[in-house]
């Protein structure tokens, strides 16, 4: 129920991409797991690590995430699970005190969020987010400043959609706040724009927020619910993984839009849209190291174009032109830099090698 | 960039809001773009200058009630909030001419009527 139903072991840096003060940190704690269930807990963390890798855009960005398992015991095995709920009416004794039957709700499993924040923040003090496993095989989870999940098949697709709220500003994408065909009070979206940038009220091609991802070709909007007193039935007219103006959106049938039929800020089961990808990448990016490719040794072709390789910002000085070379490089082909730092390449006249 | 930051922690329960802790970290922060209407921190000067200005992350009324989507459940909801309690974080840069951190209800709208209610100010610690 408390701290005094358990004890933090230690930290172990799962994940190591470098120096955490240039990483992006993400701490996992466990509830719920005895002393004799920290290899359970280690490989329950591990397979997190792994789907998190998997996840697209963060397979793009790995190399600028650490992540953290800090060990954490507990009396007893499991989380609340109130009768009141329908659950057992089980009690564990656990160090963040997990429970299920939340504001009424079975599935909605909290932990104090207090404890979680300050055991993330004595183990690993440049932590950005924090994930908890909780040991339960009870579907289950919920998000805030803390993101929760049990060992119920695909819980832990709700940390990561949580993490799209809490670390990636993402808004929901969903239409319906208490279920399709249960709502009703949900037809128009206020006319207020959103700040999030993964939905809108706004229909304008030329001013849309993610006007840059979609095709000329898109019709805007691409989709309308034709009775807006319920969730839109329609399939997606268009290709999948299209991005144009969805409506249907941030709790409401009508009025709001999102920019792709499917995304894990809609459905957790489903990727992440490209525009929710591009922010996640827009967020992480900063802490993701490059390598400065050796641009002596690139081929006549790519010297004539920008080169943008691993985000790398090439800067051209000297002499210019179609039979220009690079003579040299800064930094050095083969260091490793922050994502987006400026190659400066000194360049000469001359028959390319 | 790597750079000293501060991490405060706080506590919220219904309009009453209190800090936790207050934290020295070398770390680099998440870009933080132009905070739209809502609660929002603000490092300051003593006197009142804004250095930094940052979004925090929406306290709402309810929670976020996912299923595996049987038995007739919708695979998401939400569910009202019995309480409008919780926590939430606040990463900062450490500047020296930093005083304090303001957190501030800002209810958006035209500049010339909006309406920004400082709800907590909190001394920056010149350790901890």
Known sequence: MTTADGQVLGVTRVVDHGPPAERWNLVILGDGYRANQMTQYAQDAARLCVRLEATRPFDSVWAGLNLYRVDVTSTDSGADDPAACGGPGTTARTYFDASFCNNGARRLLLVNQATALSVAAQRVPQFHAVVVIVNSQVYGGSGGAVATYSLATGAELIALHELGHSAFGLADEYESYLGCGIDTDRDHHPAAEPAEPNVTVNTDRATLKWRSLVAQATPIPTTRNADCTRCDPQPDPLPAATVGLYEGAHYYHCGAFRPQFDCRMRAIDKEFCAVCAQQIRRVLLPFTPAIVPDVREMRRSAAHQRVVAAGLVPRYTGATGPSAWVRSQSPAGGRTVRYGSEVTMQLRSGPIP | ?128
């Open chain 2, 1 to 128: 960039m790597t750079e000293p930051a501060v991490r405060l922690v706080f506590e919220y329960d219904g309009d009453e809001v209190r800090m936790l802790s207050q934290q020295r970290v070398e770390l680099t922060i998440p870009s933080a773009g132009e905070p739209a209407a809502g609660w929002r921190a603000e490092l300051r000067t003593a006197e009142g200058g804004v250095l930094d200005r940052r979004g925090l992350p929406w306290i709402p009324l309810d929670a976020e009630v996912f299923a595996p989507g049987v038995d007739g459940e919708p695979s998401v909801r939400r569910v009202p909030a019995e309480r409008r309690t919780g926590v939430f974080t606040v990463l900062v840069p450490d500047l020296p001419e930093a005083d304090h951190l303001a957190l501030v209800d800002d209810a958006g709208g035209p500049p010339e009527t909006r309406q920004v209610r400082e709800i907590l100010r909190v001394p920056l610690r010149a350790e901890s």
